[in-house]
């Protein structure tokens, strides 16, 4: 939810901060901006520069080509996602104040804006934009006495809300300051120049060295070197870490979309986690941080998340319970703490998240904690928010997920959860041993099986191509495949704008069949299983009523066909597993609808990566 990058160094800025944005651009992308502090004589005045505007960041490009920066090795840049404000040019960060001299980019929300604002109006301050975070430059102007530290920490120190800053000014020329609350904010380490970012991809090129800073801290970043301080104005010591992932792993790569070159990914994503995770049949889940007697005591628990995360977790509860006999809920994040869930200090949290970083989700654990419970992260972001206040961690470690359509993060989301129930289940003993074994041997089989459904993803993009016309399409599934229904309406819907509803198929006569006929899609998820014959009913009723199906069947079924209008195959696997499988064309589906319509895939308007509001 906004992208920010600072540098400081002894290079032209712009085009470093420009091609950051570009690399952030997946955290928003309805306005952007650069200010900068123009390089200068020692001595001679410079005043701060700005150039921003409404649209993507080819937008901001085109504006710099046409209306060029002055030279600048100190600069700050924005990517928007609205929160205050319409995504217009005035209201686009960097945000200055009265002066001039001071330039701020924010991500986050500051909840006590109205107020703060009010009292700055009162002294004389000019408001000029709808945002909450112009604010913070009047602050900062408010305080500054020729210290501009000192200004940040007593203007920071009134705001309320979410936040990661980055901020510079005229007057300090060799300075750039960050700050953070709640909003993730990484520190670049170089030689002879620094830089901060929303997240690793936009300084990649430059450095693997990274600071994470934490909540309630701040960073002086100079050319030569980078100290942190506490709110308290007092410096701390903090470690680098070295990130491990590469520049490749944030490029295409040859394929036309992120989305596409991610789900290619996903047997490599497996495989991965196989060779990692399994040890013959014995399942290691190093981060778990609770040993088997504290895993053997759980009698309840609980999944949160949001969105494709949250779905991964339906599907997590459908195998916990079935092989450990523990019962489980599943909570949308953003619901969680208004329930007033029942948890105490047997309670598992299985708070499941690609970025780490989604405000809903942190918030759900918060909650949790409050009441006693161990929170168990699910995780693909080394070191983020959620990582850092969970007990412990399951890295999916899928390398990062640029598109903002969630593919491979979903995958290794629901196998960490297989692995997990498989590690519980071994240890209550739930479930026979040859059962367990059958399993394990399956998954491991997972990863061949994605090579060949993706080698027939023709198939998969002509049927998709054929059926783009539908205004409307409902995805069906029974049991374990509920929530693959769930999420394959959520990917249609977020990147090709078709309105799609996910359904239990069983829950159609009780509504949605009153939407079928013979133009509307029916996409029927019916590999074989234990309600096979049940799914097989619920077409007959469809296709009694015109309704056109896609179903996503078993290799081998040839009967199927005379239910459905185009069948896409996935090979056989156990029941249990058989999510991770049609997980496959339901994203192809998915992608070519919106590829034929010509959606922008990897940005789908109005939505952002990280949900980083609540
Ligand atoms: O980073 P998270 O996994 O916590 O994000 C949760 C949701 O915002 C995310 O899954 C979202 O629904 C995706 N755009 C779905 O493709």
Redesign the pocket.
């Known amino acids: 939810m906004c992208g920010i990058i600072g540098y400081i160094g002894n290079r032209q800025a712009v085009p470093i901060l420009v091609d950051g944005l570009k690399k952030l651009e997946y955290r928003g992308y309805d306005s952007s901006g650069v200010g900068i502090i123009p390089s200068s004589d020692e001595g001679v005045v410079v005043k701060a520069d700005i150039r921003k505007t409404h649209g993507k960041i080819q937008n901001l490009q085109d504006l710099i080509r046409t209306k060029p920066l002055p030279q600048s090795s100190l600069g700050v840049s924005h990517t928007r996602w609205a929160t205050h404000g319409a995504p217009n040019r005035v209201n686009a960060h960097p945000h200055a104040d009265c002066s001039g001299r001071i330039l701020v980019v924010h991500n986050g929300i500051i909840e006590n804006y109205e107020q703060l604002t009010q009292a700055l109006c009162k002294k004389g301050h000019k408001i000029i934009s709808e945002t909450d975070t112009e604010i913070i430059s009047h602050l900062i102007e408010d305080a500054y006495r020729g210290n501009l530290l000192a200004a940040v920490v007593k203007a920071i120190r009134q705001l309320k809300g979410a936040f990661a800053l980055g901020i510079i000014s005229s007057d300090h020329p060799d300075m750039l300051i960050a700050a953070r609350v709640g909003s993730p904010l990484i520190i670049g380490l170089g030689k002879g120049e620094n830089f901060i970012a929303s997240d690793v991809p936009a300084i990649l090129d430059y450095t693997k060295r990274i600071i994470y800073l934490k909540d309630r801290q701040l960073a002086v970043l100079k050319e030569d070197g980078v100290r942190v301080y506490n709110f308290e104005g007092k410096s701390i010591r903090v470690k680098a870490d070295k990130v491990s992932f590469k520049v490749d792993a944030v490029q295409k790569q040859g394929f036309a979309h992120f989305m596409l070159k991610e789900i290619h990914e996903q047997p490599e994503v497996l495989q991965r986690m196989i060779k990692t995770r399994l040890k013959g049949n014995k399942v290691i889940l190093d981060g778990l941080n609770l040993n088997e007697r504290q895993l053997k005591s759980v009698n309840k628990v609980f999944a949160v998340?949001?969105?494709?995360?949250?779905h991964a977790g339906l599907v997590g509860k459908y195998v916990i319970e079935k092989l450990t006999g523990i019962p489980v809920s599943v909570d949308a994040a953003s619901e969680f703490r208004y329930r007033n869930p029942i948890v105490d200090k047997k309670t598992l949290i299985i708070a499941?998240?690609?970025?780490?970083?989604?405000a809903d989700?942190l918030a759900a654990v918060r909650e949790a904690k409050t009441k006693g419970a161990k929170v168990v992260s699910i995780c693909?972001?080394v070191g983020s928010s959620?990582v850092r206040e969970s007990d412990g961690v399951l890295y999916t470690h899928a390398g990062p997920e640029i598109g903002?359509?969630?593919?491979k993060?979903?995958i290794a989301q629901i196998a960490m959860l297989c692995l997990l129930a498989l590690k519980m289940s071994s240890l209550k003993k739930f479930v026979k041993e040859k059962t367990r074994k059958k399993i394990l041997k399956d998954l491991k089989h997972i990863p061949t099986l994605y090579r060949d459904i993706l080698r027939n993803k023709a198939d998969i993009a002509r049927i998709a191509k054929k059926n783009s016309h539908f205004g409307c399409f409902l995805f069906l599934g029974r049991n374990i495949n509920f929530p693959s229904a769930l999420e394959g309406a959520?990917?249609l819907k977020?990147i090709s704008y078709i309105p799609a509803e996910g359904y239990a198929a069983g829950e159609m006569k009780h509504g949605p069949i009153a939407l079928i006929d013979e133009y509307r899609a029916v996409v029927c998820i019916a590999p074989r299983s234990s309600v096979y014959e049940k799914m097989i009913s619920n077409m007959q009723e469809i296709r009694a009523r015109k309704g056109k199906i896609i179903a996503i069947a078993t290799q081998g079924d040839e009967a199927i066909k005379t239910h459905a209008n185009h069948v896409i195959y996935v090979p056989p696997t156990d029941e249990l597993l058989t999510p991770l499988l049609v997980a496959l064309p339901l994203q192809l589906i998915a992608y070519y609808i919106a590829v034929q319509l010509g959606c922008d895939v990897d940005q789908p308007r109005n939505?952002a990566?990280?949900?980083t509001v609540e």
Do not use: D, F, M, P
């Open positions: 998340a949001c969105g494709t995360a949250y499941i998240s690609q970025s780490g970083e989604t989700t693909n972001v959620l903002v359509a969630s593919t993060a979903y959520l990917k977020e939505l990566k990280s949900v």
